[in-house]
């Protein structure tokens, strides 16, 4: 009788969620070797993000409308020439809702000496566009050396934005114009 009553007693085992026979088992998140190397590539490029195509990817450029020359990404003074920032981006192949923030903020100096800021933000929307040659944002700023409002020193931002919101690290420029030259 009190063996009977120590089975009666006894704890009930333990679920078996691993055990082919449990209808419950969940299967194995572990994938395949075969498998694991079909989808490397996929995320590696997923977990890159949005980034410049190459070296010369993002920066400032001589011309109007486009890169006629790639100058950098922190060329200093700007000759007399039309200029522009631009950029060709790697964008991932899978998913959707990419982007990119852009900003500029520059401190302009009148011919009278005072200061006055001038900044700009704009988000843009990027997609895969295929192996051969990257997304492409040109002109995201025009920049006029010397500007006739007069000198300009100026910090430039893109920001890589994922689908979930999360920005990526950010690529930053600069450069300067010079004062006009008085009349």
């Known amino acids: 009788m009190l063996a009977l009553l120590a089975i009666a007693c006894a704890p009930e085992p333990e679920p078996c969620p691993d055990c082919p026979s449990c209808p419950d088992a969940a299967p194995s998140g572990d994938l395949e070797g075969w498998e694991a190397a079909l ?19 993002f920066g400032v ?13 922190h060329p200093g003074e700007l000759d007399t020439e039309e200029h522009l ?19 500029v903020a520059c ?6 000496g005072s200061t006055k800021p001038v ?10 566009t295929g192996p051969q040659r990257g997304y492409r944002l040109m002109p995201l700023w025009r920049i006029q050396s010397p500007h006739p409002q007069g000198s300009r020193d100026c910090q430039y931002r893109l920001t890589p934005l994922r689908p979930d919101g999360t920005e990526g ?6 450069y300067k114009t010079p004062m006009p030259e008085a009349e």
Do not use: N
């Open 61 to 73: 450029c001589m011309g109007d409308r486009e890169c006629d020359a790639f100058v950098g990404l």
């Open 85 to 103: 920032i631009q950029a060709e981006l790697a964008v991932p192949q899978l998913g959707e809702g990419w982007q990119v923030k852009f900003e």
């Open 39 to 57: 989808l490397q590539p996929s995320l590696d490029d997923l977990r890159a993000g949005v980034r410049p195509w190459d070296d010369q990817g």
């Open 107 to 112: 401190e302009v100096t009148l011919p009278s």
């Open 119 to 128: 900044d700009h933000e704009k988000i843009y929307d990027v997609t895969y």
């Open 169 to 174: 690290t950010a690529i930053e420029g600069s």
